[in-house]
């Protein structure tokens, strides 16, 4: 199942007419320890770029964006007792929500692993 | 992924726009320790290593080393070093009393604008031959030409920036220093001393900015890698950075200038009328008195226009410097600083509202993106002080 990355550091994992998104390992080294996740309620209408969940580390709140445009069918309900998880597993089991896949043209934009993995270097 | 506007990092408090920020003396130690570092108060600082809630909880439970050189470090001596002239010069300036200070020992205190505003929170120490002034870093090029415009001319203004400050607290400080320097373990809170380390002059004050026990202890940059090796060599200690020291001091209920304290608000309103000596009250002759007499007579008939309290949040959802606080539909005061609290496990803040609202247990709200967090007015420290006032 094919991953893509966005700049500001989300992924999403494409599967059929569905996706999921979460924060990249580099984002969540770079927030520290993550107390609380405002995920998206289901249903909600995302906008490719628009907000979509705050992620609230020790320090400070920042904004995830969604990567592409589509509607919220599932938020990691597992994030709200243990919001650790963002830190000690990012690109698994501490995934953000899943949501539809309004126009897969929006992907195509995105970079894969290795175009973010060069990104990231350059940082 | 970006930080919001609204966020409230130690590391961004203060960065000072386009000026290339300066090195610590102690730079290349902190990057080889692991050190992320971001630039605050004109400095590239440490923000922090393993993290901040592993630096905050080992603070709690053991040692931490915190490099806060960006801050300035001051002295004020009067002709032929005429403690007298000097404490004459500062008193009016700041609201405490400075002439009754006994050498080794240090106060709270503040620098006031004459509407009895908060130009900056500092400490005072009477030094001897001169008053030693540790101030904000984000602040001290200001208090420095505030103080040089305000002080006679007879009065001897000098800036150590020479000189490094490094702060170690944890219950396991006294411990730990009083293996290297065995009369600070007995020295007392809010004291301080000289003391030559195998030649290396140290300033060691039992104070600090976390609500633990601990020193902070001035030396000269030059040997600071020296001290700060010395220190670590104990395994009771590690280095933390400035986003532990921020979560640490909001538990301990201090609050941060800029951010709880500034010449928007006033000693009183801010709650901190253990700073205002009870004979100057009277007396007065400082800059700000007839502003800070009659916020006392307002906080007196329960009239002040808001007061600093502290706030303890329901679930896990911080709410941040900015929140407006309300009750029910009326708002009521606004967030001055505010994050988790590693110790308590939920959000903690400080907040100014209306007096009608300040009393302990008063049921609130904290609106952040749109959402009303339960909030109880809560006394502060939040988490209890742990200061050594003597056996």
Redesign the interface.
């Known amino acids: 199942m094919p991953r893509y990355f966005t700049d500001?550091?989300?992924w999403i994992d494409v599967e059929g007419d569905s996706a999921t998104v979460g924060?990249t390992d580099y984002?969540q080294e770079q927030l520290?320890?993550i107390?609380?996740v405002?995920l998206p309620q289901v249903g909600a209408m995302l906008d490719k770029g628009g907000d979509a969940a705050?992620?609230?580390?020790?320090?400070?709140?920042?904004?995830?964006?969604s990567p592409i445009s589509g509607e919220v069918t599932e938020a990691n309900g597992a994030l709200e007792d243990d919001?650790a998880l963002v830190n000690s597993s990012p690109e698994e089991e501490g995934w953000f929500f899943r949501m539809t896949i309004g126009d897969a043209g929006e992907l195509d934009g995105l970079m894969d692993d290795k175009g973010y993995k060069a990104f990231v270097d350059n940082l | 992924?970006?930080?919001?506007s609204?966020?409230?990092?130690?590391?961004e408090q203060g960065s000072e726009g386009d000026a290339s920020p300066e090195r610590l003396a102690l730079n290349d130690w902190h990057r080889a320790h692991g050190a992320r570092m971001v630039p605050f108060a004109g400095y590239e600082m440490p923000?922090?290593y393993e993290?901040?809630?592993a630096e905050?909880d080992w603070t709690r439970e053991s040692a931490s080393l915190f490099d806060v050189s960006h801050m300035g470090q001051l002295g004020v001596s009067g002709p032929d070093d005429d403690m007298d002239a000097a404490a004459k010069a500062l008193e009016a300036l700041l609201p405490g009393a400075i002439g009754s200070l006994k050498p080794g020992r240090m106060r709270y205190s503040f620098l006031l604008d004459e509407d009895g505003g908060i130009i900056d929170d500092l400490m005072v120490t009477n030094a001897g031959e001169r008053f030693g002034l540790v101030v904000n870093g984000a602040c001290k090029w200001d208090d420095i030409a505030h103080l040089r415009e305000h002080l006679p001319d007879e009065i001897t203004l000098t800036h150590y920036d020479e000189n490094a400050l490094l702060a170690l607290q944890g219950p396991k400080a006294a411990e730990v220093l009083g293996a290297l320097v065995p009369e600070a373990a007995d020295l007392n809170f809010m004291s301080a001393m000289y003391h030559d380390w195998d030649g290396v002059p140290l300033w060691i004050a039992r104070a600090g900015y976390t609500g633990e026990d601990g020193y902070e202890i001035a030396v000269p940059s030059e040997h600071a890698e020296k001290l700060a090796e010395a220190l670590v060599a104990d395994n009771r200690v590690k280095p933390a950075g400035l986003?532990a020291r921020?979560?640490l001091r909001l538990e301990a209920g201090l609050p941060l200038h800029g951010h709880d304290i500034s010449t928007e608000t006033d000693p009183v309103s801010a709650d901190l009328t253990f700073a205002l000596s009870k004979k100057r009250r009277e007396t007065g002759g400082y800059a700000g008195h007839k502003a800070i007499a009659a916020r006392l007579a307002e906080a007196e008939g329960n009239t002040l226009a808001r007061k600093r309290v502290g706030l303890l949040l329901d679930?896990?959802?911080?709410a941040?410097e900015g929140a407006e606080v309300f009750v029910g539909t009326a708002r009521v005061g606004r967030v001055t600083s505010g994050?988790?609290s590693?110790t308590l496990g939920r959000?903690i803040a400080m907040a100014y509202v209306e007096p009608a609202h300040a009393a302990i247990g008063t049921a609130l709200e904290c609106e952040v993106?749109g959402r009303r967090l339960p909030a109880t007015v809560s006394s502060m420290p939040f988490v209890p002080h742990r200061y050594y006032r003597g056996k």
């Open positions: 500001e550091h989300e924060i984002a520290g320890d107390v609380f405002e705050v992620v609230e580390s020790v320090k400070a709140a920042s904004d995830v964006y919001p | 992924m970006s930080d919001d609204t966020t409230q990092s130690a590391g923000i922090q993290g901040i809630v905050h986003g921020d979560s679930g896990r959802m911080p941040r994050g988790f590693p959000p993106r």
